[in-house]
Structures are given as structure tokens and as C-alpha cells.
């Protein structure tokens, strides 16, 4: 049974004791928006809810892609967390007969609400506190130790995947976590490429999956509490500090040359650099990496020259295309047509950002108060954005049938600086790590009608251009209205009585039977309505065989 789309789980959780099964979450109230909308949070293949309940609430995770052995992995996950007080792992369960739509039940996770803040969104709230985030790298070290104690691995760690309250980390999103008794199932992600190896494959699923993540998320803390001025020039809404680019090419890293001339971080620098270049299976452990120094590879591995992107990319003038990923979090490329803006029936202002021009826009950022407030700590000024071609990442909704995202912080948007660098954003799906030669052939724009069965076929979203025979051109016919064809129409200028015949004079013949051969081949057929293209057509086949000697 396919999965339901996000717009049916935004449709169906509006109506909780309706839709769900399960006698606790019948009497919760999803969160919504400001427009009363439900407002779905996205992580790896799920939409996930949040349902308010009067003593508690809850996260319901929702698929939008099939999560081969799930039922086992939470299984197994629940067994877990029975046998062990694991402090920083949620409770979860899976519920096979978990929300309805269209009659027919979808599983779902039913997990504790936590009220933290995902890991980069507490950093930049205290980037520049330094004890706050020797704290935070002190906790994080624990967890790391703790995870290797018990043998297990998340397979996912990220920003988006830690959260933080009160200063405590605890983890979300199970999917792709190893425990000893699933050491026999098949890889079902690769986390996030700005979190890990370029060699990372769907072979490796073990214990030590975690242990590059965990080294570039140190760093990252390390070279903050360092000099808190990285954060703002290398934080982009989707990573801590580094990108894939970083781990493909150390030699070409920003980044890495910057941190390398601290002498705190010099050591770090060079190891994650030697670790980039080693096999998945030879990467230290966290406390060999911060204690050891790492030598490069010696044996000689294929270079990687391009990372996987994090979401699917699309474009924003595609409508269609963005509405069949509702409840999916995305990167939407597009040019701002023009803003609206507005107070809410509170009072509190909101700005609408559309890619088009209204009341056609083909979609919407919305920015209310709190992502206003987050754009002029940045010292963005929204009305600047109008005509600008930008990238913003978050996950989409719905409005009236038209799609939308909500912009909640200043790292979400990116402005692209000009329409090329949009185009190669959309033609290259992947960040490249090397530079390289573009084809001297731009790719041809994708039509909406494609992009689907090219994409569904796994093939590449631009098809590759194809070269067309030639065509015969045909001058240009007169339609005529359906009556018996006459000869005198082929001739606009009979011969002189007075000149003296000429070759040209004599190859009348072969023309005037060609015309007369084609008009019935045509004509005959169509009662008459093509008789006109068929003497056309073969008087000049009758010409030209004349000319060359072949009819006289």
C-alpha cells in the first residue's frame, strides 16, 4: 500500500479522534500556525506532528517513504531502552495501525514531546558565551562515550537529530540507529553529508558509524569556543561550521585553513584533514582523534569529487512540483516577484515573500513575527530581497492549494547573488568539491510534465539533450478550400511564345507530371484536401530529377 503524501497527514491530523487509533493521541490538538494550519516539523523520511494533550504532549512521526524492517527496529530500540536507563534517548513506539487516511491505516512513532532546541539553533543562541559552550562540548563528549559504552550507534548524527534542554543532549530520530541485534539488516541511510565521511556506504553499519560525526561536531564546538566570529561566517542553517565540500576536498577547505593557524585547533585540523583521506573503517575514536595525532592514508583511494546534497532541490516556479512534496523538508530556488505585508487580528506583523507575481505566485515564504525579529538580528532588511534570486531551506506546506514555507530562522534563506548561480544550484544536484569545466551546452530547462518520470526512474532530473534529424523544410502552402485540383495553380509564369526555348523550357514536362503523380498520390485519400501539398511536393521532385538528367 502506498504511503499517504504530506498534505493528506496535514489533512487528516486535524481531526485527531477521527484519525488516529490510539486512545491518547484521540484526545490531543495538533499545533498549528498562525493561519490554523497544522504545522509539520521534517527529519529524514517522516512529517512529524506535534499533539498537545492535557497532561502531556506527544511527537507522532508520519512516513512519506517506506523504512524497510521498521516494526523490528523499534522493537528492538523499545528492548533497549527497557533493559537500560539510557537518559539520553526518548522513548518511542511503533504503531502499525497508527493514523487513517482514506480508510486505510498508516503505521506512525509515537514519541514524548521534547521541549529543547535543536543543537545549531542553541548554538546560535550562545555562540559567543564561552563557558555555555565549553558546557555544551563537556556533554557531548559524555554522550559520545556513553553511546560507545553500550555498543549502540544512531547513524544520524547532526544538528537536527541532537536536541538540547536545560543544557542536557538527547537524541531524536531512530531510523537509522544500530543495536547489536539489527547488526543484520540493511543500511536504510547515510545521515547527513555536511556530518559525514565521503566514504561513508550502505555497507558500513556497525557501532563505530557514529565516530567521523561525533569528530566533526567536536571541532566544530571546539573552533567556536576558539574564536565565536566562525560561527557567523560559516554557519549556514544546516550544519555546524563544515560542509561535505570540506570533507571531499580538505585541501581546498575554507574552513580547515582558517582553524589550522589556531594553535588549539592546528592538531584537529590536520587530523579531520588525514581522516578525510582514510578508508571508513580506519577512523579513530573520538578521544583518539582529540588526544593522538592522525596520519594521512598511504594507500592510494579513489578521489571523491562531489557530495550527495541533504534535500532535493527545486524550483520554485514549479508549482507542481512542490506540491507533491508537502510535509517534506526541501531547498526551494527562486526569484523573490514581490511581498505583501501585514499584521495578524494580535496585532503582530508578518511579511509574505512570493517566487512569481500575485495573485499567480507559484510559491510563498511566510515570515511571521519571531522570523522577522531572527532577519534583523542578522541585520537583514526583508524589502531588500524583492528581485533577488535566493534559496531558502525548511519544510512545506500548504495554503489554499498553493505551497508555501515558513522562514523561522535567518539561516533558512540564502541569497544567490544572480540567476546563473540559481541555474547551477537547480542543473547540479550535487555540491561539487573540485572545481571543474562546465559543459559548453547548458542543460535544457526541465518542463513540470518530466521532472516526475525522470525523477520517479532514478534518472537525472535534466535529461540530456538528444539530436534531431533534419527536416525538410517545405515553402510555406496557401491553405485551399477542398475542390478539384487544377494543373494552371503549379505555373506562375508561362514561357514567352516569342523566346527560344531554353533547358530550363524543356524540364516543364517532368515537373508538370511529378506535380500531376503527387496530386493524385495526396489527394486521393484525403477527398482532395492534401491534392495541393502533393503537386507542390512533386513538381519539385520532378524539377529536380530533370535538372539531373534522370527525366528529360
Given at each position: 500500500?502506498?504511503?499517504?503524501?504530506?498534505?493528506?497527514?496535514?489533512?487528516?491530523?486535524?481531526?485527531?479522534?477521527?484519525?488516529?487509533?490510539?486512545?491518547?493521541?484521540?484526545?490531543?490538538?495538533?499545533?498549528?500556525?498562525?493561519?490554523?494550519?497544522?504545522?509539520?516539523?521534517?527529519?529524514g523520511f517522516?512529517t512529524?506532528y506535534k499533539?498537545?494533550?492535557?497532561?502531556?504532549?506527544?511527537?507522532?512521526?508520519?512516513?512519506?517513504?517506506?523504512?524497510?524492517?521498521?516494526?523490528?527496529?523499534y522493537?528492538?530500540?523499545?528492548?533497549f531502552?527497557?533493559q537500560?536507563?539510557?537518559?539520553?534517548?526518548?522513548?518511542?513506539?511503533?504503531?502499525?495501525?497508527?493514523?487513517?487516511?482514506?480508510?486505510?491505516?498508516?503505521?506512525?512513532?509515537?514519541?514524548?514531546?521534547?521541549?529543547?532546541?535543536?543543537?545549531?539553533?542553541?548554538?546560535?543562541?550562545?555562540?559567543?558565551?564561552?563557558?555555555?559552550?565549553?558546557g555544551?562540548?563537556?556533554?557531548f563528549?559524555n554522550?559520545?562515550?556513553?553511546?560507545?559504552?553500550?555498543?549502540?550507534?544512531?547513524?544520524?548524527?547532526?544538528?537536527?537529530?541532537?536536541?538540547?534542554?536545560?543544557?542536557k543532549?538527547?537524541l531524536?530520530d531512530?531510523?537509522?540507529?544500530?543495536?547489536?541485534?539489527l547488526?543484520?539488516?540493511?543500511?536504510?541511510?547515510?545521515?547527513?553529508?555536511?556530518?559525514?565521511?565521503?566514504?561513508?556506504?550502505?555497507?558500513?553499519?556497525n557501532?563505530?558509524?557514529?565516530?567521523?560525526?561525533?569528530?566533526?561536531?567536536?571541532?566544530?564546538?571546539?573552533?567556536?569556543?576558539?574564536n565565536?566570529?566562525l560561527?557567523?561566517?560559516?554557519?549556514?542553517?544546516?550544519?555546524?561550521?563544515?560542509?561535505?565540500?570540506?570533507?571531499?576536498?580538505?585541501?581546498?577547505?575554507?574552513?580547515?585553513?582558517?582553524?589550522?593557524?589556531?594553535?588549539?585547533?592546528?592538531?584537529l585540523?590536520?587530523?579531520?584533514?588525514?581522516?578525510?583521506?582514510?578508508?571508513?573503517?580506519?577512523?579513530?575514536?573520538?578521544?583518539?582523534?582529540?588526544?593522538?595525532?592522525?596520519?594521512?592514508?598511504?594507500?592510494?583511494?579513489?578521489?571523491v569529487?562531489?557530495?550527495?546534497s541533504?534535500?532535493?532541490v527545486?524550483?520554485?516556479?514549479q508549482?507542481?512540483?512542490?506540491?507533491?512534496?508537502?510535509?517534506?523538508r526541501?531547498?526551494?530556488?527562486?526569484r523573490?516577484g514581490?511581498?505583501y505585508?501585514?499584521?495578524?487580528?494580535?496585532?503582530n506583523?508578518?511579511?509574505?515573500?512570493?517566487?512569481g507575481?500575485f495573485?499567480?505566485?507559484?510559491?510563498?515564504?511566510?515570515?511571521w513575527?519571531?522570523?522577522?525579529a531572527a532577519l534583523?538580528?542578522?541585520?537583514?532588511?526583508?524589502?531588500?530581497?524583492?528581485s533577488?534570486?535566493?534559496?531558502?531551506?525548511?519544510v512545506?506546506?500548504?495554503?489554499?492549494?498553493k505551497?508555501?514555507?515558513?522562514?523561522?530562522g535567518?539561516?533558512q534563506?540564502?541569497?544567490?547573488?544572480?540567476?546563473?548561480?540559481a541555474?547551477?544550484?537547480?542543473?547540479?544536484?550535487?555540491?561539487?568539491?573540485v572545481?571543474?569545466?562546465?559543459?559548453?551546452?547548458?542543460?535544457?530547462?526541465?518542463?513540470?510534465?518530466?521532472?516526475?518520470?525522470?525523477?520517479?526512474?532514478?534518472?537525472p532530473?535534466?535529461?540530456?539533450?538528444?539530436?534531431?534529424?533534419?527536416?525538410v523544410?517545405?515553402?510555406?502552402?496557401?491553405?485551399?478550400?477542398?475542390?478539384?485540383?487544377?494543373?494552371?495553380?503549379?505555373i506562375?509564369?508561362?514561357p514567352?511564345?516569342?523566346s527560344?526555348?531554353?533547358?530550363?523550357?524543356?524540364g516543364?514536362?517532368?515537373?508538370?507530371?511529378?506535380a500531376?503523380?503527387?496530386?493524385?498520390?495526396?489527394?486521393?485519400?484525403?477527398?482532395?484536401s492534401l491534392?495541393?501539398?502533393?503537386?507542390?511536393?512533386?513538381?519539385?521532385?520532378?524539377?529536380?530529377?530533370?535538372?539531373?538528367?534522370?527525366?528529360?
Amino acid at each position: 500500500m502506498a504511503l499517504p503524501r504530506g498534505d493528506e497527514y496535514n489533512q487528516a491530523v486535524q481531526n485527531p479522534t477521527i484519525c488516529f487509533a490510539d486512545s491518547e493521541l484521540k484526545s490531543c490538538q495538533v499545533e498549528t500556525n498562525p493561519l490554523g494550519l497544522p504545522k509539520p516539523y521534517s527529519g529524514g523520511f517522516t512529517t512529524t506532528y506535534k499533539l498537545r494533550g492535557s497532561n502531556r504532549n506527544w511527537a507522532v512521526r508520519c512516513f512519506t517513504r517506506e523504512i524497510k524492517d521498521l516494526q523490528q527496529r523499534y522493537q528492538s530500540i523499545g528492548n533497549f531502552l527497557s533493559q537500560n536507563n539510557c537518559s539520553f534517548l526518548v522513548d518511542a513506539k511503533y504503531l502499525q495501525s497508527g493514523i487513517r487516511i482514506s480508510g486505510n491505516y498508516h503505521p506512525i512513532i509515537k514519541m514524548n514531546w521534547l521541549d529543547g532546541e535543536p543543537l545549531n539553533v542553541y548554538i546560535d543562541r550562545i555562540y559567543n558565551q564561552k563557558s555555555s559552550l565549553e558546557g555544551l562540548l563537556t556533554e557531548f563528549t559524555n554522550l559520545v562515550k556513553q553511546l560507545e559504552n553500550y555498543g549502540i550507534a544512531h547513524g544520524d548524527l547532526q544538528h537536527g537529530n541532537i536536541m538540547v534542554k536545560n543544557g542536557k543532549l538527547f537524541l531524536i530520530d531512530y531510523d537509522g540507529m544500530y543495536l547489536p541485534d539489527l547488526a543484520n539488516l540493511a543500511v536504510n541511510e547515510l545521515g547527513h553529508p555536511n556530518f559525514q565521511h565521503p566514504r561513508r556506504t550502505a555497507k558500513d553499519y556497525n557501532k563505530y558509524i557514529d565516530r567521523f560525526s561525533a569528530i566533526v561536531i567536536y571541532t566544530a564546538i571546539k573552533a567556536i569556543i576558539t574564536n565565536p566570529n566562525l560561527w557567523r561566517k560559516y554557519e549556514n542553517g544546516d550544519n555546524l561550521l563544515f560542509k561535505g565540500s570540506d570533507f571531499a576536498n580538505p585541501s581546498g577547505s575554507a574552513l580547515l585553513k582558517d582553524i589550522v593557524g589556531y594553535t588549539e585547533l592546528a592538531r584537529l585540523a590536520n587530523n579531520i584533514a588525514a581522516i578525510c583521506t582514510l578508508e571508513f573503517s580506519k577512523i579513530p575514536s573520538l578521544q583518539e582523534f582529540i588526544s593522538g595525532t592522525i596520519a594521512s592514508s598511504t594507500q592510494i583511494l579513489p578521489q571523491v569529487t562531489t557530495v550527495r546534497s541533504a534535500y532535493l532541490v527545486l524550483d520554485g516556479s514549479q508549482r507542481g512540483q512542490i506540491l507533491e512534496h508537502v510535509g517534506e523538508r526541501v531547498e526551494i530556488i527562486g526569484r523573490i516577484g514581490g511581498s505583501y505585508r501585514g499584521t495578524t487580528q494580535y496585532g503582530n506583523p508578518y511579511v509574505f515573500l512570493n517566487i512569481g507575481t500575485f495573485p499567480n505566485q507559484t510559491f510563498t515564504i511566510v515570515i511571521w513575527s519571531e522570523g522577522i525579529a531572527a532577519l534583523n538580528d542578522r541585520g537583514v532588511t526583508i524589502s531588500n530581497l524583492t528581485s533577488q534570486w535566493i534559496s531558502i531551506t525548511g519544510v512545506v506546506s500548504t495554503y489554499m492549494g498553493k505551497p508555501q514555507m515558513t522562514l523561522e530562522g535567518a539561516s533558512q534563506i540564502q541569497v544567490l547573488g544572480s540567476e546563473s548561480v540559481a541555474k547551477a544550484k537547480l542543473n547540479y544536484r550535487t555540491v561539487t568539491a573540485v572545481p571543474r569545466v562546465q559543459p559548453a551546452t547548458p542543460k535544457q530547462p526541465v518542463k513540470e510534465e518530466d521532472f516526475w518520470d525522470s525523477y520517479l526512474k532514478n534518472r537525472p532530473v535534466t535529461p540530456t539533450p538528444t539530436v534531431q534529424p533534419p527536416r525538410v523544410r517545405l515553402p510555406p502552402v496557401t491553405t485551399q478550400p477542398s475542390v478539384k485540383p487544377t494543373f494552371n495553380k503549379l505555373i506562375n509564369e508561362s514561357p514567352s511564345q516569342n523566346s527560344p526555348p531554353s533547358k530550363k523550357d524543356s524540364g516543364c514536362a517532368p515537373m508538370i507530371l511529378g506535380a500531376i503523380i503527387g496530386g493524385l498520390i495526396l489527394g486521393a485519400p484525403t477527398e482532395g484536401s492534401l491534392a495541393i501539398i502533393g503537386m507542390l511536393i512533386g513538381g519539385w521532385i520532378g524539377s529536380k530529377l530533370s535538372e539531373w538528367g534522370i527525366l528529360q
